[in-house]
């Protein structure tokens, strides 16, 4: 029995090889339903896809809240996740600790380094990305205090630093000289090809926190210093306690869930373009889910922010129209293996905006750049259609506190 790829991602398995099926963005039972919209030719690797058009969120948002108003219901906090939270922390800490009579280059130390550290601190990065919505807890407050505790496990202290930086992800996705989340010219020279590719999977975690710091610094509030308190008072008290071990054991299971692991093919597979499809953003529907706060509904969790990740999978039922007829990817590893050796995927596939009042590379023009209009951070407002995204008035928020 062969199966329809035609409306998966870039990652179907390596059984399909290069005779990859045409996708099909049309719903079966569409009036051209025998008809597919592959025909782009592969993406220059040479550059990034430079977009005029806006983020497909918003408009998709606006479509589905005209379709189906009830999506509001959907909206609010989780009081799960506290506990969801509040568990796999002590799991780490456990872990940590049995493991301080061995040594951190045994095999036992490392297997559980990864099998077990990755898979919980990467669920702890997908609960400090979930509690950066406010979507734990009624209040901004709690929410801050909650993801300082997520961070524990991880050992090194960035919760509220990116909660900044993920905002603006959200709010100028795309946009270079904001989004952090996109790859840099440098890496774009240094990493395109085969080699570098492997270095990009393998350090993942390494890159995505240091490029915003080179991108877009943010300026220091309070909330970063009691970040870097907390995290430091706990990492003392843990090597005080019951040495270094434990302490290595939990940045090595930082490093691991932000490498080659099953659960990090999220970050490739999120917004990397595939099959010369303008598509930004590729949502993944499968059993991996359970463990990451169900952020492979990626598409869904774009287009409204405010719905936690217990509700995307009813938003999707409630919407299939919208989100049924766009391809996906069914595998986060295959996500990996594939974008590490497909030369038609690299470092370039990402779709770049560029802001208001930005200069206009000459090489830019002739792809039709300079029609684009792209807000900056002080022309944005809030979501005009009431979909009550808090995230979008954050700062605003922080500075009444």
Not at 1 to 16: D, K, R, V
Not at 23 to 42: M, S
Not at 324 to 350: L, Q
């Amino acid at each position: 029995m062969s199966i329809n790829f035609s409306l998966f991602g870039g990652a179907e398995s390596l059984t399909e090889g290069r005779k990859r099926s045409p996708r099909r963005v049309y719903a079966p039972n569409e009036e051209h339903q025998d008809q597919y919209a592959f025909t782009a030719p592969p993406q220059d690797p040479n550059d990034f896809l430079w977009l005029m058009t806006e983020e497909p969120h918003r408009s998709r948002r606006t479509a589905i809240m005209k379709a189906h108003p009830e999506v509001t219901k959907l909206m609010g906090y989780e009081p799960l996740t506290k506990y969801v939270v509040l568990f796999v922390v002590s799991i780490q800490i456990i872990f940590a600790i049995y493991l301080r009579h061995h040594s951190p280059l045994s095999p036992l130390f490392v297997l559980c380094a990864y099998a077990v550290g990755g898979t919980a601190n990467h669920n702890l990065f997908l609960a400090i990305h979930e509690i950066t919505h406010n979507l734990a807890f009624r209040g901004i407050t709690p929410n801050k205090l909650l993801a300082m505790v997520a961070n524990l496990p991880i050992g090194i202290p960035y919760s509220v630093s990116f909660k900044k930086y993920h905002i603006e992800h959200h709010k100028f996705m795309g946009q270079d000289g904001v989004d952090t989340d996109l790859p840099t010219r440098l890496e774009l020279m240094c990493l395109n090809n085969v080699l570098g590719k492997v270095i990009f999977a393998t350090f993942q975690i390494l890159f995505y926190a240091l490029r915003p710091t080179f991108v877009r610094a943010q300026k220091l509030t309070r909330w970063h210093l009691l970040n870097v308190v907390v995290q430091l008072v706990f990492d003392y008290v843990l090597v005080s306690a019951f040495g270094a071990r434990p302490l290595i054991y939990l940045v090595m299971s930082s490093f691991f869930a932000g490498s080659l692991h099953p659960l990090a093919g999220h970050f490739i597979a999120e917004h990397y373009l595939w099959d010369g499809l303008e598509q930004e953003t590729y949502s993944y529907y499968g059993p991996l889910n359970i463990l990451a706060y169900n952020v492979g509904y990626h598409n869904e969790h774009h287009d409204f922010p405010s719905i936690p990740w217990t509700k995307l999978p009813a938003l999707r039922k409630l919407a299939p129209e919208f989100y049924d007829t766009i391809p996906s990817h069914p595998s986060w590893p295959m996500v990996i293996v594939n974008f590490i050796r497909d030369p038609e995927v690299g470092m370039f596939a990402r779709a770049k905006r560029l802001g208001k009042g930005h200069p206009v590379d000459p090489a830019l023009l002739a792809k039709g750049v300079t029609g684009m209009v792209c807000a900056t951070s002080k022309d944005v407002k809030p979501d005009e259609s009431g979909s009550e995204d808090r995230e979008l008035s954050e700062e605003e928020s922080d500075k009444s506190e």
